[in-house]
């Protein structure tokens, strides 16, 4: 809640004028200490922005994102002349998601096969043992 210039003007000069602590004057008023505390360092409240960003152009990362989609985010900056900070909002607003596609590439592929294969020879290594009770079993 933003009080007014008025207020805060007038909290800070009975501060001052009774010698009240900021406790003991956020107390009297039902505000925060930190806000008093903030109110002593700047008494105007922060500037809001209510304004879209204006320098890109979301039709044109529309159609850079359906032409190439696996693109980084540095790549569409220099594309586009635009900050990669820029590119990541501007994509946040447009709900737009990097999950690939669920094939493995083939780096991926391989290694996968290297653990399915560790966890075979454990397997047959294994084969006996009951885990639960940490004993062998004969069968």
Known sequence: MTYSIDFRKKVLKIREKEGLSIEGVAIRFGVGKASVMRWLIELEPK???????????????????????????????????????????????????????????????RKALIVSKQTKYLSNQ?????????????S
């Open 47 to 109: 500037k809001t922005r209510n304004k879209s960003a204006t320098k890109i152009d979301m039709e044109a990362l529309r159609k850079d994102i359906e032409e190439s989609p696996d693109s980084y985010q540095y790549e569409r900056a220099e594309r586009l002349g635009v900050s990669q900070s820029g590119i990541y909002w501007a994509l946040k607003r447009l709900n737009v998601t990097y999950k690939k596609n669920t094939n493995s590439s083939k780096s991926r592929r």
């Open 126 to 138: 294994w084969d006996g043992y009951c885990l639960f009770r940490r004993e062998w079993i004969c």
